[in-house]
Every structure is written in structure tokens, then in C-alpha cells.
């Protein structure tokens, strides 16, 4: 068999088993957190799975460097419906992905869209319900999602997510960490000047102008969560919590760290490989 195709189908199946396997973990945070440093560390959850998998599929790669092609041992079937549902998981996250980006609400209040250039979209009929102040904290509310291209990050959440189906621990970290992105642009929103009372306001005649309708899966609109509007509106209406330094090396950290185990997993991979798989393809024969 030609060395890339197996190799393909091995990154399929262990790295998909792996996948799942890690995205059982019911990992949890304190929301004493402050609201941006809460977000982070729930966006690095979402991605814990997905780097346990590059982590296999790296091992596999340094495998692949040490074997002629095509691979002299026999492959068995059982390799190939071991991996079918995998690769069953995968195909559907990437056609929900394309769908996202066809499908977009025909009634929207107030919303962030566009993957690349993010804008802000106001429907004529929702600026004319809120008053000036409350129209200014939706504005201030969104273009905080314009600034960390949330739009994008929100489709890519849904993508690593779907890739973790049908496991329910996968969409709880989802939507604790969308309640969480909302959290954090409605303080960013308010350390710039907006008042939490209007920025409530602005949520609430959000949410009666939109009710029933359908989001886009890839938007930020200004209601979030709606599950978690009554303890988001609490939260505004009280004191904004002061502000701790920001922990931007925390993604420097955690992507050099992730460098080292990728390397280190190739290199093992390349070294020790060998044995492991000729004992999987034996097995399936």
C-alpha cells in the first residue's frame, strides 16, 4: 500500500480515536476568573482534544520518514472500518462548516459578521426601538468582536466542536466559553466608558427584536447565549470588576510548549514507531 494513503488512514483512526478519547475531559474554571483571562482558558479547552490528535498524527509522520514506499506489510480490512466512523465524524464537521457559511438569518438585530473582515450589520427597524445610549453600548459591545475577529473564532469553536461529536462534554465547553466571549466584550465594552444599565438595555431590546429568529453560526450577535441572559444581565447592572493585567504570553507559552511535544512526538516516531504499527497492521490482518 502507498505509504501516504496508509498513512492517511492511520491518522484517521488513531488520531481520531485519541480525539475523542481526550474530549471526554470535563474540565472546568472558576468564574471568579477575571472575564478575558476566563475566555482564554476556555478557548484553549476547546482546543485540548485537537491537540492531542496533531500529537498522534505528528508521531505518525516520523513513522511515515523511516518507511520505504509502498509500505511492504500487509494492510487488513479491519484497519479501514475501524477508521470509517472517524472518518464519518470529520466529513460531517467539515460539511456543517460550508453550510455555516451559506446559511445567514434573514431578520438580525445587531451582529457581527465575516470571517476575514468583520463587520458590524444593524437592522433599520432595531436602531429605531433603542435609544441613543443604548445603541452606542451595542455598537461599543460589537466592535469588540470586530477587534479579536471573533466571527472567525466563533466558526472555528463550532468546527473543533464538531469534530468531537457526539460527545456531550465537547459542546458543554462550546457554550461555556461563547457565555464567556460575551462576558469579556461586555467588559471591554464597559472599561471604555459604556454604562452596564445601557448595555442591558441594549441586550434586551436585542433579544425582543430577534426572538424566534435563527443566528448565523458564524456571527457574534449581541444576545449570545440565550440561556444565559439572566445572569449576564445581573452581572451588568453591577459594579465592572477591576481590570488585572493582561496574560498575553499565555498563548506564547502554550504554543511553545505544544512545539516541543510535536517535535518530541516526531522524533519518537521516527525512532520507535516501527514495532507499534507492524503490530496494529498484524492485528487487523
Known amino acids: 500500500m502507498e505509504r501516504e494513503s496508509l498513512l492517511a488512514t492511520l491518522i484517521v483512526l488513531l488520531g481520531g480515536a485519541a480525539l475523542q478519547l481526550f474530549a471526554i475531559w470535563p474540565r472546568?474554571?472558576?468564574n471568579e476568573s477575571a472575564s478575558r483571562q476566563l475566555e482564554r482558558l476556555q478557548w484553549l479547552a476547546l482546543w485540548w482534544p485537537i491537540?492531542?490528535?496533531?500529537?498522534?498524527?505528528?508521531?505518525?509522520?516520523?513513522?511515515?520518514?523511516?518507511?520505504?514506499?509502498p509500505v511492504p506489510a500487509h494492510v487488513g480490512l479491519l484497519i479501514f472500518v475501524a477508521a470509517a466512523p472517524f472518518a464519518y465524524v470529520g466529513s460531517?464537521?467539515?460539511?456543517?462548516?460550508a453550510w455555516s457559511l451559506c446559511h445567514s438569518p434573514r431578520v438580525y438585530g445587531i451582529?457581527?459578521?465575516?470571517?476575514?473582515?468583520?463587520?458590524?450589520?444593524?437592522?433599520?427597524e432595531l436602531a429605531k426601538t433603542l435609544d441613543e445610549y443604548a445603541m452606542?453600548?451595542?455598537?461599543a459591545h460589537e466592535r469588540a468582536h470586530v477587534r479579536h475577529r471573533d466571527p472567525l473564532r466563533i466558526w472555528l469553536a463550532q468546527f473543533v466542536t464538531d469534530l468531537q461529536w457526539p460527545l456531550s462534554p465537547a459542546n458543554?465547553?462550546?457554550?461555556?466559553?461563547?457565555?464567556?466571549?460575551?462576558?469579556a466584550r461586555d467588559d471591554e465594552a464597559r472599561a471604555g466608558g459604556v454604562e452596564g444599565a445601557d448595555l442591558a438595555a441594549a441586550v434586551l431590546g436585542s433579544l425582543r427584536f430577534q426572538l424566534g429568529i435563527d443566528a448565523a453560526a458564524a456571527a457574534a450577535t449581541l444576545i449570545g447565549q440565550p440561556e444565559a441572559l439572566p445572569a449576564?444581565?445581573?452581572?451588568?447592572?453591577?459594579?465592572?470588576?477591576?481590570?488585572?493585567?493582561?496574560?498575553k504570553p499565555l498563548y506564547l507559552l502554550v504554543a511553545g510548549g505544544l512545539a516541543m511535544i510535536w517535535l518530541a512526538a516526531l522524533v519518537l516516531g521516527l525512532s520507535c514507531g516501527e514495532r507499534l504499527i507492524d503490530s496494529l497492521l498484524a492485528m487487523s490482518s
Not at 460531517?92 to 462548516?97: D, H, P, Y
Open 232 to 247: 449576564r444581565i445581573a452581572r451588568l447592572l453591577l459594579p465592572l470588576a477591576e481590570s488585572r493585567p493582561d496574560q
Open 28 to 30: 472546568r474554571f472558576s
Open 111 to 124: 451582529v457581527t459578521v465575516g470571517l476575514l473582515r468583520p463587520r458590524i450589520v444593524v437592522a433599520p
Open 172 to 183: 458543554r465547553r462550546f457554550t461555556s466559553w461563547l457565555s464567556a466571549l460575551e462576558h
Open 92 to 97: 460531517r464537521a467539515v460539511t456543517r462548516a
Open 51 to 69: 491537540a492531542s490528535a496533531l500529537t498522534v498524527a505528528a508521531w505518525l509522520c516520523g513513522w511515515a520518514l523511516s518507511q520505504p514506499d
Open 136 to 139: 452606542q453600548a451595542a455598537l
